[in-house]
């Protein structure tokens, strides 16, 4: 499985980074025979749904980052897509927030009924950890990954996050809010993604630092354009419903800031994300490449 290398473009290295994710999502779900057939096809089915695979390849990056092999990092590119896309598959449901189209195609409970879309949802949580405890070869590095992993999917992070989410349509529409929940439900699971890669590398504890500083500022100003791109957005080039934010009740950065400010949030963190990559120094010119690819996404 090629990574590219720096001869790549940084596009031609980021296809070829998400190829190989994905092609090892396919691999380690191909070789456990045990799981019933329909529950395989319905986590398939998500996975296979497309996406852009940021998380994935942030932390094969930042391992790439901290001069460590890229390859080393993929159990853990590979667990937090499943993270991701159990995370997705349960906000769908009637329970949460009852979307219909996910990356332009129905979603998992459309397809295969509530409860087997929990279940599909449960199974990707629970195979992330399997993945790392199964792949990952350093045994050092399989503690420090499932801790860092559980606290960011886990109450501490998305999960809290997704219940002060849950809570907002009654909560007092403050800034100091909207960043608890942003921060949680988002932020914090690309922190983590940094973070993996890096320990994946065997990075100090200062490169760990920048790195989280660098994934939690990415993943703030990636939340915000999300908030913005349901005000604004069109719907057939997101691939999912717009508006719906505001008609549940959703506590937003344009509700409390207004567009112009969120813009204008979203911005500085970029920024600050890259002055972060940039203490990598040459090393770090992909983590840079890949905050500039998020800032100019429409999607």
């Excluded at 295969?112 to 879309?117: C, E, I, L, Q």
């Excluded at 509700?255 to 949030?265: M, N, P, T, Y």
Aim: charged letters at 25%; a negative charge; one cysteine or more.
């Amino acid at each position: 499985m090629s990574l590219g290398s720096k001869a790549d473009t940084f596009l031609e290295r980021y296809k070829k980074i998400v190829k190989a994710v994905e092609n090892a999502i396919e691999g380690y779900l191909a070789h456990d025979s045990s799981t019933p057939e329909l529950l395989q096809e319905a986590m398939l089915y998500s996975l296979r749904a497309g996406g852009k695979r940021i998380r994935p390849a942030m932390a094969i990056m930042a391992c790439q980052a901290c001069k460590g092999d890229g390859m080393k990092a993929m159990p853990a590119a590979a667990a937090l897509e499943m993270i991701h896309t159990y995370s997705l598959i349960h906000d769908d449901l009637p329970a949460m927030d009852n979307d219909d189209l996910r990356r332009g195609q129905p979603t998992s409970h459309k397809v295969f009924g509530d409860g087997m879309a929990i279940l599909a949802g449960d199974a990707l949580l629970t195979y992330a950890f399997h993945t790392l405890a199964l792949y990952v070869q350093d045994a050092e590095q399989v503690k420090k990954l499932t801790i860092e992993l559980a606290e960011a999917a886990g109450a501490p992070g998305m999960i809290g996050g997704q219940v002060a989410d849950l809570q907002s349509a009654t909560t007092p529409r403050t800034l100091e809010n909207v960043d608890y929940i942003h921060t949680h439900k988002t932020a914090v699971m690309f922190r983590a993604a940094a973070r993996m890669g890096g320990i994946c590398a065997d990075a100090d504890n200062h490169q760990l630092e920048w790195l989280g500083d660098y994934g939690l500022k990415l993943g703030l100003a990636f939340q915000i354009a999300d908030d913005l791109f349901d005000v604004n957005g069109d719907e057939t080039t997101l691939g999912k419903r717009v508006g719906k934010d505001a008609d549940a009740g959703k506590l937003t950065y344009p509700e409390v800031l207004g567009v112009e400010e969120s813009q204008g949030k979203a911005g500085d963190l970029f920024v600050r994300a890259i002055k972060a990559a940039e203490k990598f120094g040459t090393d770090g010119e992909v983590l840079k490449q890949l905050a500039e690819m998020v800032r100019q996404r429409n999607s």
